[in-house]
């Protein structure tokens, strides 16, 4: 199975900044990696799928890069909406596998 | 719009069983692989089963292979999760989710149901 680590697994900012958030693979999935948000109580909601191609009704200030086995999720000019969990995912290969997640809080 | 209904959780005891329902809506679901993923208290995200659009298709995570079974009704928009063997370690929220579709030879869910909680416990 491929691992999927995510770091840090939890990040204290403040509104307005700029965050970045990490995810690395145990081997080279190319660009078939997607992001979640995750909010308490609530299901994941896709964010971002083949690496950067942004989904749903998220704004702009999300941003995703990244290929082989190396990915990074930016939050540009954070709002009080976007303090959750974030989680990656490989969809590369079965099973698909997730990183740990990031909890994103409020300084 | 899509919606995806999750039900059938419980509290069980171990070694008994529990099926799971997710009813879908808003999109053409006989087209669609779907699957069942799920979250310990506190955890992350393990997938658990996927099914083709067809039914044809069924793979299961190794932690549930040969206990739960995944199957789908296309003609009521259904899929289950039929959980044999319960153990305490399959205490979690079970998502039902549907793929994408986008073509990879993994999944990538852009559609999730509410989940619903299974606590395995004496």
């Known amino acids: 199975d491929i691992q999927m680590t995510q770091s840090p697994s939890s990040l204290s900012a403040s509104v307005g900044d700029t965050v970045t958030i990490t995810c690395r693979a145990s081997?080279?999935?190319?660009?078939?990696l997607g992001w979640y948000q995750q909010k308490p109580g609530k299901a994941p909601e896709r964010l971002i799928y083949?690496?950067?191609s942004l989904q749903g009704a998220f704004p702009s200030r999300f941003s995703g890069s990244g290929s082989g086995t190396e990915f990074t999720l930016t939050i540009s000019s954070l709002q009080p909406e976007d303090f959750a969990t974030y989680f990656c995912?490989?969809?590369?290969?079965?099973?698909?596998?997730f990183g740990q997640g990031t909890k994103l809080e409020i300084k | 719009q899509v919606q995806l209904v999750d039900s059938g959780g419980g509290v069980v005891q171990p070694g008994r069983s529990l099926r799971l329902s997710c009813a879908a809506s808003g999109f053409s679901f006989s087209r669609y692989g779907m699957d069942w993923v799920r979250q310990a208290p506190g955890q992350g995200l393990e997938w658990v089963a996927s099914i083709s659009y067809n039914g044809g298709r069924k793979l299961y995570a190794d932690s549930v292979r040969g206990r739960f079974t995944i199957s789908r009704d296309n003609s009521k928009n259904t899929v289950y999760l039929q959980m044999n063997s319960l153990r305490a370690e399959d205490t979690a929220v079970y998502f039902c989710?549907?793929?994408?579709?986008?073509?990879?030879?993994?999944?990538?869910?852009?559609?999730w149901g509410q989940g619903t909680v299974v606590t395995v416990s004496s």
């Open positions: 083949g690496a950067s």
């Open positions: 989710a549907k793929d994408a579709g986008y073509g990879d030879a993994g999944p990538f869910f852009d559609h």
């Open positions: 995912q490989q969809h590369f290969s079965y099973p698909p596998t």
């Open positions: 081997q080279d999935i190319r660009y078939h």
